[in-house]
């Protein structure tokens, strides 16, 4: 199976710059950015659902499938929660520096 044909470098929740490329001034804010991660990772687990629920009433016999849409979506919820963590703590570091 071709991994890169199955549409998963796409799928990545953030557009990442290539090297040396600087944001354009009309870029998104954080604020967009974030929504489109959450609402990323909320469409993973989504997918997910669906294929279980496939699964389970027998429309499909796709095991495979329906694990590798769980892995995803539970990947994606770590990624997130990971980027959270790091946000929190820089902005509690900010708050704890003394001016």
């Given at each position: 199976m071709n991994?890169?044909?199955?549409?998963?470098v796409s799928s990545l929740p953030l557009d990442l710059l290539a090297a040396g490329q600087k944001p354009s001034s009309n870029s998104?804010?954080?604020g967009k950015l974030v929504q489109s991660?959450?609402?990323?990772?909320?469409?993973?687990?989504?997918q997910a659902d669906r294929s279980v629920e496939m699964l389970a009433t027998g429309q499909?016999?796709?095991?495979?499938e329906t694990m590798l849409a769980l892995?995803?979506?539970?990947?994606?919820?770590?990624?997130?929660?990971?980027?959270?963590?790091?946000?929190?703590?820089?902005?509690?570091?900010?708050?704890?520096?003394?001016?």
């Open positions: 991994v890169m044909s199955s549409g998963a998104g804010s954080f991660f959450v609402e990323d990772a909320n469409s993973q687990q989504l499909t016999d796709s095991v495979h892995t995803k979506a539970d990947l994606s919820l770590r990624v997130f929660m990971e980027v959270r963590n790091k946000v929190i703590e820089a902005y509690q570091d900010v708050m704890r520096m003394q001016l």
